[in-house]
């Protein structure tokens, strides 16, 4: 709708004043029914009613007030009449509210599928983690966690690692720089275990102690489809009065079943690890052919799973500087390792450690 200018009246006699307002009656009426929404609505006001732009201000000061005495009376009733037709048009507009076009155009189809929100899930690491933190902590374990940069000392010497042991080494332990001027105990690194937690927690508290430590951890390795140079691993502590290597058999006899499914069983085989004595390596019956003998166990019906044994007691020795209770000959315990990788990938079935650090939705997805 534009503004038509209001041309100036030439004659005020009944016919050319019924002609002139006629004409602007039916361009009313047109402007109104060509009326669709609320913006349309307004514009009609503006054109028609606007205080200074308004058609009828227009016709009002160009044919009312123009007019010549004689001819006002019949200017003014006619400018009546069209001022209260355009007032009707809207209040009938206004009443009917939006025409069923204007409706239908900015109609939403509520038959549309809506947005999806995608979900969020744990990342299987951190879902497998809390798997085996959980089986712990319902059998009374607190659960504790320490820095990722570590002394030697808490890391390897108080671990009973002798000196010179191959794990020391800068092939295997990824080390701080420039610590060369620090005495060995205090060089920094990064924890190629959680062990370093554990002894924190011996030195803080006294026996009895039942702990995991679920944990980052760092090693100087290439990474291949089972190896990362950065993984997980959960170790767990237990020191009281009494301990046994049976005590070591329940428990994680019992958490393996807990974490694979009841019929699991396990077996111990004799190894070693310079912080227990005796050491063993726990294996499970194979989860995937029930112990029958397949690809995955190398047709040895066995899987082998994690590290443990009794606390050695150089270690306890250790933790006795600090908290004279750990005397090993009043006291025992048991502790175990595992990486949380290889138990994810054993449950999921996922042949590539990488996948875990990769950050393809398309793998991640697939644990939402
Ligand atoms: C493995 C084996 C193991 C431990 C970790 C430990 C901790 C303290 C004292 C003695 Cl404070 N031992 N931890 C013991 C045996 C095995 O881990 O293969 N981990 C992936």
């Known amino acids: 709708m534009t ?30 029914a060509a009326m669709a929404g609320l913006d349309d609505l307004e514009a009609f006001r503006l054109k028609w009613l606007g205080r200074k732009q308004g058609l009828l201000n227009d016709v009002s000061s160009r044919w009312l007030k123009a007019a010549p005495p004689e001819a006002k009376k019949s200017v003014g009733e006619r400018f009546k009449s ?29 038959t549309l599928p809506g947005t999806r929100r995608l979900t969020g899930a744990e990342h299987p690491i951190t879902r497998t983690l809390n798997e085996i933190v959980s089986v712990f ?3 009374g374990y ?68 039942r702990i995991v430590i679920p944990g980052k951890v760092h090693r100087n390795d290439a990474q291949d489809a089972t190896h990362s140079p950065i993984f997980h691993q959960v170790e767990g502590l237990c020191v009281d009065r009494n301990i046994t290597f049976s005590d070591l058999k329940g428990t994680l006899d019992h958490a393996m079943k807990a974490l694979f499914g009841s019929s699991v069983k396990t077996r111990f085989f004799p190894s070693f690890f310079p912080f227990t004595e005796p050491s063993a390596d726990v294996q499970i019956s194979c989860i995937f052919c029930g112990g029958k003998g397949c690809r995955k166990c190398k047709q040895s019906g066995w899987i082998e799973l994690l590290g443990c044994g009794m606390v050695d007691p150089a270690v306890f020795a250790f933790a006795a500087e600090k908290q004279p209770a750990y005397d090993p000959r009043k006291i025992s315990g ?6 949380v990788e290889r138990i994810a990938m054993m449950k999921y079935g996922i042949s590539e450690i990488g996948q875990f650090y990769a950050g393809d939705m398309r793998f991640l997805g697939q644990f939402a």
């Open 334 to 339: 048991f502790a175990f390792g595992m990486g």
């Open 3 to 32: 503004n038509d200018a209001i041309p100036n009246l030439s004659a005020y006699d009944d016919d050319s004043l019924d002609k002139a307002f006629t004409a602007l009656q039916k361009q009313a009426q047109a402007d109104a």
């Open 142 to 209: 607190s659960v504790g966690v320490g820095p990722e940069v570590e002394t030697d000392f808490y890391n390897f010497e108080s671990m009973n690692f002798p000196p010179g042991h191959p794990a020391r080494d800068t092939q295997d332990t990824l080390v701080v720089a420039c610590q060369e001027r620090r005495p060995l105990r205090d060089r920094l690194l990064l924890r190629t275990h959680t062990s370093p937690v554990q002894m924190r927690t011996m030195e803080q508290q006294p026996p009895p102690v």
């Open 137 to 139: 902590a319902a059998l």
């Open 82 to 110: 069209l001022k209260s037709l355009v007032e009707s048009l809207l209040d009938s507009a206004e009443g009917a509210g939006p025409s069923d076009a204007a409706l239908a155009a900015e109609a939403i189809d509520i």
